[in-house]
């Protein structure tokens, strides 16, 4: 069996995070839709460019019982096109103004590698978590950043970037090396004062197939962290090539794997489509259910 010592490890993990004052209870599995203001991420139907299909999205995602909103402007997809900076704040920031302004109960995220980004979107625009699939590697001042702002921070394992990360991953073991690279990185956070850390264990981000479905078997494994988990299995290549489809067919498999992640201990699913994982959690937490009687 796995072990790992370090002080910030425990036995069980935290239940709730904290979003500007307000508590969060993650011992009710959470729905993250996913809202693409970029022309180029791997599924067309999480697109969104223009304002009133944006509103329309997330009105729809909320109805539908989205928890979280996550806004991303930077094609993460293996082998996507690097963007400057300013390129992504021009399309992430007034994307999460317009949704703020909208929906002022909303809780966004922001999903950015840039601390320059990260910090713009929260302070002007009113995100309130930041998701970062590099896990601070691509920007050395976000854990900086991440500490002054005091939000909760989506820490997500990636090897290597979206441009190299599917040229030939490599691990000793796939669980025990992620583990081994959050324990480093939450030792960190937790020394510049950071309180509320969500862990992502990056389905797809630098890993196989093979590397995929063993993170997804042993998913229950990072509770050794003490921290949250959130997965991102959403129409992913792991899907849709395990099954000879495409990614506009992958829903049930999305949903099979989502109830999977839950039943392994998952506190978050992100999602493209929200009304099907959220009906997933209703099912999971029913099969869970206590008899008081």
């Not at 969060?24 to 067309?44: C, E, H, K, Q």
């Not at 999205?57 to 082998?79: C, K, N, Q, T």
């Not at 991953?169 to 510049?192: C, H, M, Q």
Request: glycine share 8%.
């Amino acid at each position: 069996m796995l072990t790992l010592k370090t002080e910030f490890f425990m036995n069980s993990k935290a239940r709730y995070i904290n979003v500007r004052g307000n508590l969060i209870d993650l011992s009710i599995p959470r729905v993250m839709g996913i809202i693409n203001v970029t022309p180029d991420s791997f599924y067309a139907g999480s697109r969104f460019t223009v304002k009133e299909g944006i509103i329309n999205a997330v009105r729809r995602m909320l109805l539908e019982g989205a928890d979280f909103i996550d806004v991303g402007g930077y094609s993460s997809r293996p082998g996507a096109v690097d963007i400057t900076v300013e390129e992504e704040k021009s399309r992430v920031l007034p994307a999460i103004k317009i949704i703020t302004d909208e929906f002022p109960e909303a809780i966004v995220s922001v999903d950015t590698f840039r601390a320059e980004v990260a910090y713009e979107a929260v302070v002007n625009c009113g995100a309130s978590i930041i998701n970062d699939i590099s896990g601070g590697d691509a920007d050395r001042e976000m854990f900086d950043v991440i500490a002054q702002l005091n939000v909760p921070y989506i820490l997500m394992h990636m090897q290597g970037t979206p441009q190299t990360m599917q040229i030939n991953p490599v691990y000793n073991d796939v669980v025990a090396d992620i583990l081994i690279w959050f324990g480093e990185r939450i030792t960190k956070l937790k020394s510049a004062g950071v309180k509320d850390i969500i862990i992502d264990p990056g389905f797809g981000f630098g890993k196989t197939n093979e590397h995929n479905y063993e993170l997804l078997r042993r998913l229950n494994e990072f509770i050794v962290t003490g921290l949250p988990v959130m997965v991102g299995l959403s129409r992913k290549s792991m899907i849709w090539k395990t099954l000879g489809i495409k990614p506009e067919d992958a829903l049930n498999g999305t949903s099979v794997l989502n109830a999977f992640a839950l039943m392994k201990g998952a506190d978050i699913i992100r999602v493209h489509d929200v009304r099907e994982a959220v009906q997933t959690r209703e099912l999971f937490m029913k099969i869970n259910q206590k008899n008081d009687n």
